[in-house]
């Protein structure tokens, strides 16, 4: 079965600074990564993925992830963090090539978003 | 275009009883999949259903199950509900096989 490791269940940032969020997967062969976020009383929103295209991939509200297979890793970063980017973020696999939807996710990191 | 929809949003029910949740998937969306979201264990997956066949399970009791109908709208009941049922049930559908999958905002049941 496939895991998903966030390093750091809390992570506070100032408005303005670099977010970055860890995400490790473990599989000897790379899966399809995502990265979704959840607001209080939410569902989970899909920020950005990657299947199998570029490493570097681009999402919603100015982040980004890349891929790095020799590391197997997926964080999501975006330059300049807002107020409104505070919530909870998790990263999540599924195997690639398999008709079967089962994501697995990660524990998620809480980004608080200071004035 | 509509995304997916979860009735109702908040439920309370007491020990030994059952419930049935609902999930509308966005049109066209065949694949349907429910998630329990709790504090202490996460996200984790029930099931998946598509063309109203059920092709993968998770790890739970029988007592969760659940069923697709032809429209691709898909229920989940819970039998004999237990205190650590209480949870966010998240449903969530996607269009094909390397697409994502696209998250409804749960059906938050509490059990007294």
């Known amino acids: 079965a496939q895991s998903v490791t966030q390093l750091g269940s809390h992570v506070s940032v100032s408005e303005g600074a670099l977010v970055l969020l860890r995400c490790n997967y473990s599989?000897?062969?790379?899966?399809?990564l995502f990265w979704y976020v959840q607001y209080p009383n939410q569902g989970l929103q899909l920020l950005l993925k990657?299947?199998?295209?570029?490493?570097l991939v681009k999402g919603i509200n100015g982040f980004e992830a890349e891929f790095k297979k020799s590391e197997t890793s997926f964080h999501l970063t975006k330059p300049s963090a807002h107020m409104s980017d505070a919530a909870e973020y998790f990263c999540?696999?599924?195997?690639?090539?398999?008709?079967?939807?089962?994501?697995?996710f990660g524990r998620g990191t809480q980004l608080t978003v200071w004035p | 275009k509509a995304g997916v929809t979860q009735t109702p949003r908040y439920l309370i029910k007491t020990r030994g009883q059952q419930v049935t949740l609902s999930c509308s998937p966005i049109?066209?969306?065949?694949?349907v999949s429910w998630y329990q979201q709790t504090p202490g264990q996460g996200l984790q997956f029930l099931f998946e259903?598509?063309?109203?066949?059920?092709?993968n399970k998770g790890n739970f009791p029988g007592r969760f199950s659940g069923r697709q109908f032809s429209n691709s709208r898909s229920e989940m009941n819970v039998s004999t509900l237990e205190l650590g049922d209480s949870a966010l049930y998240l449903c969530?559908?996607?269009?094909?096989?390397?697409?994502?999958?696209?998250f409804g905002d749960g059906t938050r049941l509490s059990i007294l």
């Open positions: 599989s000897s062969v790379p899966p399809y």
């Open positions: 259903y598509f063309s109203e066949t059920q092709r």
């Open positions: 049109s066209g969306h065949r694949s």
């Open positions: 999540a696999v599924s195997d690639r090539g398999s008709t079967l939807g089962r994501l697995y």
């Open positions: 969530a559908s996607r269009i094909g096989e390397d697409q994502p999958q696209h």
């Open positions: 990657y299947t199998s295209a570029a490493t």
